[in-house]
């Protein structure tokens, strides 16, 4: 990390004071926002542009100074830790929560443990509801999220619980970066307006989030762990980077993005588990889980739209002429994420002898499983006029040039 850029780096100092007086001197500089003035709902927006350029410490001072008691840092445990030493740097009380899914690694439990007397603090963690989790497992078994995509297990596990949480603070501050993952991450703000979630007044803009290390680089967090000698993840040194759930969480290869360690099974370019699910944007600026009650390529798409009837039919090899389909969910994001690129390689290959189609497959989920190779969302699949062969497309890669070229090698031209 350049560890050089931005007043807050007079962290290096080896006493305590002064790093605490340098944090003094250079907030005096950075735009504040008394209580009084968030009633007034702040520009928030025109805030996060003025601070874009203050370092990871003074964003963190600004959120701690502004908001007290009412804020709370998020903790995975993973290299997230940097907000617990920055926020430790400040000189100022501060609330630290995890989420404790029942699935984490051991490595993760010996990080809470390690990060609580490193910093003598308390980790207010929170838990699923029993039930809601006792009703999955007895239902789905133990690892449904590799057939069916992780969105419920997380809703249940990860994305409930922290909507609970929340409700209690006016603000939450997390570990976003911008260079995290390519596909949802790469526009983090240093502050927003929370886009998903509610905080303890209620209603749409409730809850402010903080993102103090979005203008940061993986290498230069863990400059700056090093240099400070915080506790981190075990895991780490063994090729992990995104720490997640045991299950859903890999090691991942040279120049992987690091996000591709989680969910590996699904898009690598949308991982999100719902905690973050406002960075998943469509076109109109709305959020995935927004638009998670809509249907996707709806009424005067390209796309045509199968029926239940039509699909027994594929199946049985009644087809004169090939489909190309991709079997859906409306709910799940990474159907969501395609829908823009589905849509234009339906008008781009009008009027060729394949057919670009849609099927809602997640109300007819043992059907497809058995006959046309659906395991996630989405699936897409090529059935060949005048056969019952089915050929599923093998790839994460979903942009209209990939696929276009794909149909070309099963179909012709």
Known sequence: MMLTQGRAFAAQRPAVQQRRMAVRANVARVPQ??????????????????????????????????????????????????????????????????????????????????????????????????????????????????EDGHTECCRIRKVKPLRKQLKVYKAWITGQRKDQSPGTRTEVPVVQVDPVFEGVTGGPGSLIKYNPLSNMTSAEVWN?????????????????????????????????????????????????????????????????ERKAERDLWPAGSAVATLSKDEVRALAAG????????????????????MEANFEELAKHMTGHKVRVAKYQADIDREFCNENLQLKTFPTIVYLPPNSKQVIKYPSERRDVDTLSMWVKTVAGQ
Request: with cysteine.
């Open 33 to 146: 926002v008394n209580a009084a003035a968030v009633e007034a709902k702040p520009d928030w927006a025109g805030l996060a542009a003025e601070m874009d350029n203050k370092s990871p410490l003074e964003i963190m001072d600004h959120a701690l100074k502004t908001f007290g008691n009412d804020v709370a840092i998020a903790f995975s445990g993973a290299e997230d830790v940097a907000l617990i030493e920055y926020a430790h740097l400040t000189g100022r009380p501060y609330r630290v929560f995890s989420l404790d899914t029942g699935r984490l690694n051991p490595e993760t439990y010996q990080l809470f443990d390690a990060v609580e007397k490193h910093y003598k603090i308390r980790i207010e963690y929170t838990f699923p509801e029993a039930q809601e989790v006792m009703d999955l497992v007895r239902a789905k078994g133990l690892y449904s999220f590799y």
């Open 318 to 337: 009644e087809r004169s002429q090939g489909t190309l389909a991709v079997l859906y969910a409306p709910w799940c994001p990474f159907c969501q994420a």
């Open 224 to 288: 700056f762990l090093r240099v400070m000698k915080v506790p981190t993840n075990k895991l780490h040194n063994c090729g992990y980077i995104s720490i997640g759930c045991e299950p859903c969480t890999r090691p991942v290869l040279p120049n992987q993005a690091e996000r591709e360690g989680r969910w590996w099974w699904e898009d690598a370019a949308a991982k999100e588990c719902g905690l973050h699910s406002g960075n998943i944007k469509k076109a109109d600026g709305t959020t995935e």
